[in-house]
């Protein structure tokens, strides 16, 4: 066929036999696969898919194409609820865009009962015959979490799904509490326990890795960046080291922590517990009056934090001044958190007038009972407390990387490359349907100040959130890079992360790199082996920290089933649109829902509405809906709209609850604009605990 193009996608089992080619570069729309050209592809798959001219099948006018080659298989292991069927086990995956059923023979079902949780591993993928609704696989169970409707039995299922362990070994564990039981001593550092310090975290914090103090100088002021010595106490190439290397980073959940370092020193000898000696490498940066960085230093010290700051008592006294009733506590401090917050403000406004991206959007508070059930879901509050501790920890980050970067020692840089012009293009034209100005924005050359302009305008109009979930998705996602590079959404040309080592191993590289020229150690090695191992951790803890969230949001939106909730649309797709409640939870109105039967459907993904005749649904409208269904395993939550159930009441027949349909396949949301609510936001967004530039 004519203009033949071969490339590497994964597939979408749409579950009516055809499916969708996503290129994993992003670079172009997706390829139409008719059922007889898949190949026997399942979702997730890594094809390669031969591309030919537009609407030659007659299926669509879009991009068509066929698979010639399954590359790689995206599911080897298999999570579902296992239940005997005679002398063999079937088990139904938790992923329905799977559209599989795995056989398990009964030999290999190991201690699995009816009704479990388990993990499979498959051995026989085969292809699903013409008119059969499911793939039928085969394979062997590898582990069986309990219960499977229990939130214990999920948690566990998806910690090993996305291979997060949670048990250290006892070699671990022994080396950690051998170096955390060593004596401190101020040989070979400087002391700057005489130097009023304090830590700002949240209440319920354990690990404290950042310490703060000001000074005022002659031309500005001098801030320190105090961080936990974590290098001293975990030397390359040990137990702990290739336990903390392979972890990567601490993953955060809703009532508990996955840490990179064991309790001994995360919450012991590295953490800066108010009132006693700790080893900490110390930036010492000058700034002057108008917050631009004109010097640093980094040193070898021991020191010891005076107050054990909360950023809800921080901020009380930001509100109330000497009047807060926290006053008594932060008395030897109080002149310096006033500094502080002048020179936050200060930081504030230049990071403004360069261009730095500021794309604030709710994050979900999960308040839990005593049988840590879900009983409500708020806003997580910021204040001036948490948002300065950001400032400063950003301009401690940039001053590591160009202490590194000018002396040509190895760094792990965190980078965020600029936008993609297509990216960029699309965005413009979502934007000016939204009725914002766009025309300084040159998709070629992006600018983020200028993309920060458009954001307050959005703000000004009520409509910022969407516009910073469609922007934020039109952004590159950061990564760690050996190679400097700028960070497209902080505006700089450096930056790397220094500031959290018992959290993140990239900062642990990076002290060891500050540590070689302080006292003579070695370099740390292998620096692009390290960024790409530990750009891949991260985004292994993003996905399970988002798949448990949603576990818990499904969870408490089951407590509430047929219950009414404002909503806003967040994402609009072919099948359907997902809609946002005041409670931060998110659910799909199937289109079935939306429109009168057998009504055509029209979806613009420029204009992102979905359209029947007079009735169209855009980004960021309003409605009010109905929770339908919730389904805990899968995270999924279904809506409908109010006004439909109200209909279908005055009709007199009752609204009938229904199972999801898999016509439509919820995967392609997130790819679209809206999308999942966290996606971007937890690789982009923030700089303490939970959050990552």
């Known amino acids: 066929m004519s203009n033949e193009i071969f490339l590497t996608c994964r597939f979408s089992d749409s579950g009516r036999g055809f499916g969708f080619a996503e290129l994993t570069d992003g670079s172009a729309p997706d390829i139409f696969i008719a059922p007889d050209d898949t190949m026997g592809a399942m979702t997730g798959d890594l094809v390669l898919v031969r591309r030919w001219r537009a609407g030659e099948s007659g299926y669509t006018r879009g991009q068509e194409g066929e698979v010639t080659k399954i590359i790689e298989r995206g599911n080897p292991e298999i999570i579902g609820t296992f239940r005997m069927v005679g002398a063999e086990g079937i088990v139904m995956p938790d992923e329905k865009k799977l559209h599989a059923e795995v056989r398990i023979a009964g030999a290999d079902i190991g201690s699995a009962r009816t009704g479990d949780k388990v993990s499979v591993r498959i051995t026989h993928y085969g292809k699903r015959r013409r008119g059969d609704d499911v793939f039928r696989l085969e394979g062997y169970v590898t582990a069986v979490f309990g219960e499977a409707k229990t939130r214990e039995a999920n948690y566990a299922a998806v910690l090993h799904r996305n291979g997060i362990p949670t048990e250290f070994s006892d070699d671990v564990i022994w080396e950690a509490e051998d170096s955390a039981a060593r004596p401190i001593t101020p040989e070979g550092r400087t002391d700057l326990r005489d130097t009023l310090t304090l830590t700002i975290d949240g209440a319920d914090a354990k690990d404290l890795d950042d310490a703060i103090s000001l000074t005022r100088t002659e031309n500005g002021w001098q801030l320190s960046v105090h961080i936990a010595d974590v290098s001293h106490y975990v030397p390359e190439g040990g137990a702990v080291d290739r336990e903390a290397y392979a972890r990567g980073t601490s993953v955060y959940f809703v009532d508990k922590v996955v840490p990179m370092l064991p309790v ?32 640093y230093d980094f040193k070898k010290s021991l020191i010891r934090s005076d107050i054990r700051g909360v950023y809800s008592e921080v901020n009380d006294i930001f509100a109330n001044g000497r009047d807060s009733v926290f006053a008594t506590k932060y008395q030897a401090v109080l002149d310096m958190l006033f500094d502080m917050k002048a020179l936050y403000e200060t930081l504030r406004r230049a990071a403004d007038e360069r261009g730095q991206l500021s794309m604030e959007s709710p994050e979900a508070y999960i308040q839990l009972d005593e049988k840590g059930l879900p009983t409500d879901i708020v806003p997580r509050s910021r204040g001036i407390g948490e948002m300065l501790i950001e400032q400063f920890m950003l301009a401690a980050n940039v001053a590591a990387a160009k202490f590194l970067h000018s002396r040509g020692l190895p760094c792990l840089y965190r980078v965020h490359e600029d936008p993609r012009p ?19 924005l040159r998709p070629h050359d992006a600018n983020p100040a200028v993309l920060g302009a458009i954001l307050a305008q959005a703000e000004e109009k009520g409509i ?40 993140r191993y990239p900062d642990l590289f990076v ?50 089933i047929g219950e009414e909730y404002d909503a806003v649309i967040s994402s609009v797709c072919s099948f359907g649109i997902f809609a946002r409640t005041e409670k931060l939870f998110e659910g799909l109105i199937n289109v079935e829902e939306l429109f009168p039967p057998r009504a055509r459907t029209e979806f613009d ?9 007079d009735r169209v649904y855009r980004l960021g409208d309003k409605l009010r809906i109905r929770i339908e269904r919730a389904d805990v395993p899968s995270g999924e939550i ?49 700089n303490k605990k939970g959050k990552r530039r």
């Open 422 to 440: 297509e990216k960029m293009q699309s965005f413009a034209v979502f934007a000016h349907n939204m009725g914002l100005d766009i025309s300084a």
């Open 638 to 686: 279904d809506f409908v709209p109010a006004e439909k159930v109200l209909a279908d009441k005055t009709a007199g027949k009752p609204y009938p609850k229904k199972e999801f349909s898999h016509k439509y396949t919820r995967s392609a949301s997130r790819k679209t604009a809206g999308g999942r609510k966290n996606d971007g936001k937890r690789n982009f967004k923030g």
């Open 464 to 503: 910022g959130e969407i516009v910073s979930g469609v922007m934020l998705r039109s952004l590159a996602k950061a990564k760690y890079s050996e190679k400097p590079a700028p960070h497209f959404g902080l505006a700089s040309e450096l930056y790397c992360h220094f500031t959290s080592p018992i959290r």
């Open 511 to 560: 002290h060891r790199a500050i540590t070689s020229v302080l006292s003579g150690t070695r370099l740390p090695a292998h620096p692009a082996e390290s960024a790409r191992v530990t750009t891949d951790a991260e985004i292994r803890a993003t996905t399970a920290e988002r798949e448990i969230e949603d576990i818990y949001m499904a969870q408490y939106a089951s407590f509430h």
């Open 605 to 613: 993904e420029e204009r992102m509405t979905l359209r029947a005749g």
């Open 264 to 295: 001994a020193l995360s919450n012991g000898a590295c953490s800066l517990n108010g009132g006693v000696d700790r080893y900490a490498l110390s930036a010492l940066i000058d700034l002057d009056e108008n917050g631009n960085m004109t010097g």
